[in-house]
């Protein structure tokens, strides 16, 4: 492809008598400025356009590769997340829950402290979507703007070269005189639509895919949550219950105290919690 590619350019671009660079040495300064602002932006788009196709892929591979390792995961706020690990867009999400939940840790006997614990998780992972988010639309305010300079520039060149075209027009005006005015409007209006047409195409395809991995990104960040309250509810009751069974042995061994006065709880210690990377350490 790349050598093909290669040929074709050079045909293209082929020194001959009116070849591409004939076009160019009749333009003046003003349209040689406008088509060399043009190539430039030509290449930053098709940069552009190719480091985010292979972002988006990058992300997409391993976001369903860690859902289908979190299928397999007993427990998600028993996981683990070390400090300085680079971190994709779904273990962002898990990691800015598993935070939220830590904070709750040891603390969750009745139904209150579960919906007070799941209002933390769902602010954390909202937040974790709305950064990933950001990190998904990067580079794509740069192809907009490509696909809607590309031509505002042709068409400077364009109405610079008629400019100039009338300019030279006199009663014994010559080839040469109007030569640089129309090579300036035509080079430039090809080189516009060369900028825009491919970023046009490419910016439509990237954004496409972008919706698609934030439509991901929500339904994931749904069954999360949906996960992660199922797995507190079980936590909370296997805390009650062992609650319980505490009081019973208590009064079992103290058995002077009133049936109808309540013992005492038994402080139950709660863990530190552990130390997750942000999404700043985790770029």
Same mark, same amino acid.
């Given at each position: 492809?790349?050598?093909?590619?290669?040929?074709?350019?050079?045909?293209?671009?082929?020194?001959?008598?009116?070849?591409?660079?004939?076009? @160019?040495?009749?333009?003046?300064?003003?349209?040689?400025?406008?088509?060399?602002?043009?190539?430039?932006?030509?290449? =930053?788009?098709?940069?552009?356009? =190719?480091?985010?196709?292979?972002?988006?892929? $990058?992300?997409?591979?391993? %976001?369903?590769? @860690?859902?289908?390792?979190?299928?397999?995961?007993?427990?998600?706020?028993?996981?683990?997340?070390?400090?300085?690990? %680079?971190?994709?867009?779904? $273990?962002?999400?898990?990691?800015? +829950?598993?935070?939220?939940v830590q904070r709750h840790k040891g603390r969750l006997v009745r139904q209150s402290d579960v919906t007070l614990c799941m209002g933390h998780v769902e602010n954390a992972v909202q937040r974790g979507v709305a950064r990933t988010m950001v990190k998904y639309e990067d580079k794509m305010v740069l192809l907009s703007s490509l696909v809607s300079?590309?031509?505002?520039? &042709?068409?400077?060149?364009?109405?610079?070269?008629?400019?100039?075209?009338?300019?030279?027009? #006199?009663?014994?005006?010559? !080839?040469?005189?109007?030569?640089?005015?129309?090579?300036?409007? /035509?080079?430039?209006?090809? /080189?516009?639509?060369?900028?825009? !047409?491919?970023?046009?195409?490419?910016?439509?395809?990237?954004?496409?895919?972008?919706?698609?991995? #934030?439509?991901?990104? $929500?339904?994931?960040?749904?069954?999360?949550?949906?996960?992660? *309250?199922?797995?507190? $509810?079980? *936590?909370?009751?296997?805390?009650?219950?062992?609650?319980?069974?505490?009081?019973?042995? /208590?009064? +079992? +061994?103290?058995?002077?105290?009133?049936?109808?006065?309540?013992?005492?709880?038994?402080?139950?210690?709660? *863990?530190?919690?552990?130390?997750?990377? &942000?999404?700043?350490?985790?770029?």
């Amino acid at each position: 492809m790349k050598p093909m590619l290669s040929s074709v350019l050079m045909i293209v671009l082929a020194d001959s008598a009116k070849g591409a660079f004939w076009y @160019f040495q009749q333009m003046d300064t003003a349209g040689m400025a406008v088509a060399g602002v043009l190539l430039v932006c030509s290449f =930053i788009g098709w940069g552009a356009m =190719i480091g985010k196709w292979s972002d988006v892929q $990058e992300l997409r591979r391993r %976001n369903h590769a @860690f859902e289908r390792r979190l299928r397999d995961e007993p427990s998600v706020v028993a996981l683990n997340f070390p400090r300085g690990s %680079n971190l994709g867009p779904y $273990e962002f999400l898990v990691a800015e +829950a598993v935070s939220a939940v830590q904070r709750h840790k040891g603390r969750l006997v009745r139904q209150s402290d579960v919906t007070l614990c799941m209002g933390h998780v769902e602010n954390a992972v909202q937040r974790g979507v709305a950064r990933t988010m950001v990190k998904y639309e990067d580079k794509m305010v740069l192809l907009s703007s490509l696909v809607s300079g590309g031509p505002f520039l &042709g068409l400077l060149g364009t109405v610079w070269g008629v400019m100039v075209t009338f300019g030279a027009l #006199t009663e014994k005006a010559s !080839i040469a005189q109007l030569a640089p005015g129309v090579c300036g409007a /035509l080079v430039t209006t090809t /080189l516009g639509l060369l900028v825009a !047409i491919p970023a046009t195409f490419g910016y439509n395809y990237l954004l496409t895919q972008v919706k698609i991995m #934030t439509t991901e990104l $929500e339904n994931f960040a749904s069954s999360l949550a949906d996960r992660v *309250e199922l797995e507190l $509810e079980g *936590e909370a009751r296997r805390n009650f219950e062992a609650a319980q069974e505490r009081e019973r042995l /208590l009064r +079992a +061994a103290a058995p002077s105290v009133p049936a109808g006065v309540p013992l005492a709880p038994v402080p139950v210690a709660a *863990e530190p919690p552990a130390a997750l990377p &942000g999404w700043e350490d985790a770029q």
